[in-house]
């Protein structure tokens, strides 16, 4: 009876256990919840909308802001940095796969092959993009859908000339009187893979075109 007695207790000491660490966790994940901005993670009013443009990039065509960033970023904006999707999705998409918290990663602004740019992360924030806390916290970073898949990896003309635009915009907005790319994460134009070794993003076609991006943005901004 005692034996019978004991593994009762048993039992109910394990489900008392189970029921602590579930409020445990729901208690962490409320708490978190509660830290994030109120206009992420939701879709937003008309509004609501042109109030975020009205801090950002007035180029943005769609916002599905992440939960996947830091409020706010710590440092001031001083560099862009650059990266393809090795996909070709529309903005919509690519907001259901940053919206994912499991996914960890983010990226300010997104470009469509269509052209289209999107916001996920206010430029205030640091979005989650280039495996270097350091870099993402002084950059605005940049996604570009790919139109070929594989190979060179690349972009529509039509993406990348409202990349150029869109870097120029940035750049103005926040006192970035020109881009230098550098070759290496010296420039304040910077790529994906000069922070992680085990990638090629942005993809042999965006790497080649760094160099012809930062002129054509310098000269934009000094009116040439």
């Not at 962490?28 to 990039?57: D, F």
């Not at 065509?61 to 904006?77: G, H, T, V």
């Not at 289209?116 to 970073?141: C, F, M, P």
């Not at 859908?145 to 150029?164: M, P």
């Amino acid at each position: 009876m005692k034996e019978s007695k004991d593994s009762f207790l048993d039992v109910w000491l394990l489900l008392a256990g189970l029921c602590v660490m579930a409020g445990v966790v729901l208690w962490a994940c409320l708490v978190n919840r509660a830290q994030l901005p109120e206009l992420v993670g939701r879709t937003l009013t008309e509004e609501e909308k042109e109030a975020v443009i009205a801090r950002n990039s007035p180029l943005t065509d769609y916002i599905y802001l992440s939960p996947n960033a830091d409020f706010p970023r710590a440092e001031e904006i001083k560099k862009i940095t650059i990266h393809h999707m090795a996909e070709d999705l529309d903005p919509e998409r690519l907001g259901l796969v940053f919206g994912n918290r499991d996914r960890q990663a983010s990226a300010n602004y997104a470009i469509g092959t269509d052209g289209r740019v999107a916001l996920y992360v206010e430029e205030d924030n640091r979005a989650w993009t280039s495996s270097s806390r350091e870099n993402d916290h002084q950059a605005v970073t940049i996604e570009v859908a790919n139109d070929e898949i594989g190979g060179d990896w690349h972009v529509s003309d039509t993406a990348y000339e409202t990349l150029i635009e869109l870097c120029v915009d940035i750049c103005r907005r926040n006192g970035i009187q020109e881009l230098v790319y550098t070759g290496d994460a010296e420039g304040n134009l910077t790529i994906h893979k000069f922070f992680n070794e085990d990638t090629e993003c942005p993809g042999p076609y965006l790497e080649s075109r760094m160099p012809d991006i930062a002129r054509e943005v310098t000269e934009r901004l000094k009116g040439a």
